[in-house]
């Protein structure tokens, strides 16, 4: 079992930055490839962005490409989305999930955080 627990979001002005980290427990951690989902009100959830298991394979939507990193501190069971140059579009709850049941793209995951907000101003 594994639990997700998202945090960094907040409200930030267009072009600016933020970090959002998603803690996992459970020693299994290490094995699982990590995806970052958003969803904005009144529309489906989408793919953001996913890592491996071992951090040696990303992927990124293409909407993100270029502005957004993600990374994976194994030692620290954590996952991180590093935003930069941040659209009005990109304000959306983000998730972290971990574990894909097929492709990473799909919000097809075992395991899902809570959430964290993420407002960016115009």
């Known amino acids: 079992q594994v639990q997700l627990v998202e945090s960094g979001g907040g409200l930030v002005q267009a072009g600016g930055s933020l970090r959002l980290s998603c803690a996992a427990s459970?020693?299994?951690?290490?094995?699982?490839?990590m995806g970052w989902f958003r969803q904005a009100p009144g529309k489906e959830r989408e793919f953001v962005a996913a890592?491996?298991?071992?951090?040696?394979?990303?992927l990124y939507a293409d909407s993100v490409q270029g502005r957004f990193t993600i990374s994976r501190d194994t030692a620290k069971r954590t996952a991180y989305l590093q935003m930069n140059s941040l659209k009005p579009e990109d304000t959306a709850v983000y998730y972290c999930?971990?574990?894909?049941?097929?492709?990473?793209?799909?919000?097809?995951?075992?395991?899902w955080g809570q959430g964290t907000q993420v407002t960016v101003s115009s």
């Open positions: 999930a971990a574990n894909p049941i097929g492709s990473w793209k799909l919000p097809v995951y075992a395991y």
């Open positions: 459970g020693r299994t951690f290490s094995t699982y490839a």
């Open positions: 890592i491996g298991w071992s951090g040696g394979s990303t």
